[in-house]
T-cell receptor, first 114, second 115 residues
């Protein structure tokens, strides 16, 4: 069965500092990987996705993530965070045709301090 | 519409009552998903509709939960005889088709509170 682990429940970062949110997955084949962001009272917005090809993917809002098959990881990074980045971040894995549902991690809540 | 629309945005009900949650997907999207987000939990898959195919109901937690999708568009999630543990945010998503190469677009959700 597929699963996603986000080991950090809550992270606090100073505005302007760099950010890395961890995500580890378990999946028996080549995974499709996603990062979503959820602001309070809002639905989920896709930040970026990995399907195949280049293991470093760029997303919206200056985010990027790197797929490392050997470590079963898909960590999200941003070189300099903004106060508006405060939100809940979810990593998800899916398997393509015949397995379209997404399996989400429990999320990491990001707090930005001045 | 421009995005996935869910109604109501909030629903308060008494234990034992039935509730219906509605999802209006993005026009042209053939796939529709329901997820549940409980406090402190990630999102839990409930059910998936793809075109005219039989839905994948593997995530429904009990037979009190059911969903239908009429005309390949609007979907209704029904919870019968609600229990307090059903309190959660119910999120709907839609996509052009299967997951491969496609992206799920989420609505803002319905927050269900069972008293």
């Amino acid at each position: 069965a597929q699963s996603v682990t986000q080991p950090d429940i809550h992270i606090t970062v100073s505005e302007g500092a760099s950010l890395e949110l961890r995500c580890n997955y378990s999946y028996g084949a080549t995974p499709y990987l996603f990062w979503y962001v959820q602001s309070p009272g809002q639905g989920l917005q896709l930040l970026l996705k990995y399907f195949s090809g280049d293991t470093l993917v760029q997303g919206i809002k200056g985010f990027e993530a790197e797929f490392k098959r050997s470590q079963s990881s898909f960590n999200l990074r941003k070189p300099s965070v903004h106060w508006s980045d405060a939100a809940e971040y979810f990593c998800a894995v899916g398997g393509g045709f015949g397995n379209e549902k997404l399996t989400f991690g429990t999320g990491t809540r990001l707090t930005i301090i001045p | 519409g421009a995005g996935v629309s869910q109604s109501p945005s909030n629903k308060v009900t008494e234990k034992g009552k039935d509730v219906e949650l509605r999802c209006d997907p993005i026009s042209g999207h053939t796939a529709l998903y329901w997820y549940r987000q409980s406090l402190g939990q990630g999102l839990e898959f409930l059910i998936y509709f793809q075109g005219n195919s039989a839905p994948d109901k593997s995530g429904l937690p009990s037979d009190r939960f059911s969903a239908e999708r009429t005309g390949g568009s609007v979907s209704t999630l029904t919870i019968q005889r609600t229990q307090q543990e059903d309190s959660a945010v119910y999120l709907c998503a839609s996509s052009f088709g299967g997951l491969a190469k496609n992206i799920q677009y989420f609505g803002a959700g319905t927050r269900l509170s069972v008293l």
